[in-house]
């Protein structure tokens, strides 16, 4: 059963263009989120957050949207770079249990 | 400041053998996680240690793997015997200064196991 979805396995973007990462989850109690970037051979690298409390966050050309009515974030990469080109993984936590939930992962591909 | 480092990266046995990872945190990071990371998924926390105490095994298959961090910094992660099922990058991760994992997790490159 997993609680954190990312249904696109991968996305392709022309470089300049905006990335949109989405990630859905069915738990309603998690009220902390986090992307993670991570290149190949190398562990993930945590990129932003955002709380349950907010429903906007950003970070240089990192914004991450929290729609909690729909149990859905999304990630923006605005403009996208070819170093960008990267596995983005969404993560959930529900902070009075305090354990990470990862989603599958997204492969991003952007091609210059 | 160093990052996490794990040994060894890679490592191929056959089924029904032992294997063991290393993980040296980032120094002063109180709270380590092992991960199972299988192909096409997402990490999976096996075990997550704070200081040298367990806070979290729920998911470790206990009947073959185990860990211990000693001294509260270094950590080794078992698998005895191995199933082919287990084949999956193990990630390592820390993170400073508290228990809550909305602190920033700084992983490790991983071991990439490979079960014949």
């Known amino acids: 059963d997993q609680q954190v979805k990312q249904n696109s396995p991968s996305l392709s973007v022309q470089e300049g263009r905006i990335s949109i990462l989405n990630c859905d989850y069915t738990?309603?109690?998690?009220?902390?989120f986090l992307w993670y970037k991570k290149y190949p051979a190398e562990g993930p690298t945590f990129l932003i957050s955002i709380s349950s409390i907010k429903d906007k966050n950003e970070d240089g050309r990192f914004t991450v949207f929290l729609n909690k009515s729909a149990k859905h974030l999304s990630l923006h990469i605005v403009p996208s770079q070819p170093g960008d080109s990267a596995v983005y993984f969404c993560a959930a936590v529900e902070t009075s249990y305090d354990k990470v939930i990862f989603g599958p992962g997204t492969s991003l591909s952007v091609i210059p | 400041e160093a990052g996490v480092a794990q040994s060894p990266r890679y490592k191929i046995i056959e089924k029904r053998q032992s294997v063991a990872f290393w993980c040296n945190p980032i120094s002063g990071h109180a709270t380590l996680y092992w991960y199972q990371q299988i192909l096409g998924q997402g990490p999976k926390l096996l075990i997550q240690f704070q200081n040298n105490g367990v806070v979290d095994d729920s998911q470790l298959p206990k009947d073959r793997f185990s860990a211990e961090r000693l001294k509260g910094v270094d950590s080794t992660l078992k698998i005895q015997p191995a199933k082919l099922e287990d084949s999956a990058v193990y990630l390592c991760?820390?993170?400073?200064?508290?228990?809550?994992?909305?602190?920033?997790?700084?992983f490790g490159p991983g071991t990439r196991l490979t079960v014949l």
């Open positions: 991760a820390s993170s400073f200064p508290g228990t809550l994992s909305t602190d920033t997790q700084y």
């Open positions: 738990n309603s109690m998690f009220d902390y």
